[in-house]
């Protein structure tokens, strides 16, 4: 049997399709019966960034078996918005924030580790336990590999589309609304372990003679026990961190 359907994809969703078809509604002819899941990621849509999916205006899940004449609307994450009453597609929204990213986003992890976020980051993970971690942990999964997130087990996650880690951390920011989430300096840089004043004055070994001479403040990571101090390089990452939160500061103004 043949079908003929009318779709149309929604904002950022719009990144995944050949300009012809951006920002407006086609028409698909296909044959045989398909899930609504299937007929989005053989478009190129990864399913993790589909947070709602109107058909003939009501809300249907991606086991939904698509009809002939269909009209479908598909619109991208949700994720600070309690959409429950609306979506059959993920009923529970998280309300604590984690990642889990891929091997090409390691100075992503870093930034977002900066503002506070608890991020998993190991290089030596295959996508195979990054979808499993994140289905398990309920962490959601950032990555530059569309296929990565076409994975069945793979609930929350989206593909990061800019090169730039900075722009990374932004694109990130926006798409989730992190900025009243942010907790800077909270965890460490290298392990995500949290960091917390450090009740005595660490060895001389872990603090460079120069530094001991001037200060008398150290923070140390609970997990594996980095000590931090507030010096010249944390002055250069606070001025990053502001200009970041400036950022959302427009953002909210619609000066974007």
């Not at 399913?47 to 269909?70: A, C, K, M, P, R």
């Not at 250069?236 to 953002?251: D, P």
């Amino acid at each position: 049997m043949s079908y003929r359907i009318a779709i149309r994809f929604y904002e950022e969703l719009n990144d995944f399709l050949p300009e012809k078809w951006r920002k407006r509604e086609f028409e698909l002819c296909f044959s045989g019966k398909r899930s609504v899941k299937d007929l989005i990621e053989s478009i190129g849509v990864p399913h993790v960034e589909v947070d709602l999916i109107l058909v003939n205006g009501e809300s249907v899940g991606f086991d939904y078996i698509v009809q002939d004449g269909d009209r479908i609307s598909v619109y991208p994450m949700f994720e600070m918005l309690d959409i429950s009453q609306v979506t059959k597609l993920r009923p529970h929204p998280l309300r604590e924030i984690r990642f889990v990213l891929d091997v090409h986003l390691r100075k992503l992890a870093r930034y977002l580790r900066l503002f506070g976020f608890d991020v998993l980051f190991d290089e030596t993970l295959d996508d195979a336990k990054l979808a499993e971690i994140s289905s398990r942990q309920r962490r959601v999964l950032l990555t530059r590999d569309r296929g990565l997130l076409k994975r069945r087990i793979v609930e929350r996650g989206f593909v990061i589309r800019n090169t730039d880690p900075r722009q990374q951390l932004l694109e990130v920011f926006k798409r989730l609304n992190l900025w009243s989430l942010c907790n800077p300096f909270s965890r460490c840089l290298e392990c995500n372990g949290a960091i917390i004043p450090a009740n005595d004055v660490p060895d001389e070994h872990a603090i460079p003679l120069g530094v001991r001479q001037w200060c008398n403040e150290y923070f140390r990571c609970v997990q594996c026990g980095k000590v931090y101090w507030k010096g010249s390089h944390y002055e250069k990452l606070a001025r990053f961190v502001n200009r970041i939160m400036n950022e959302g500061n427009f953002f909210k103004n619609g000066k974007e």
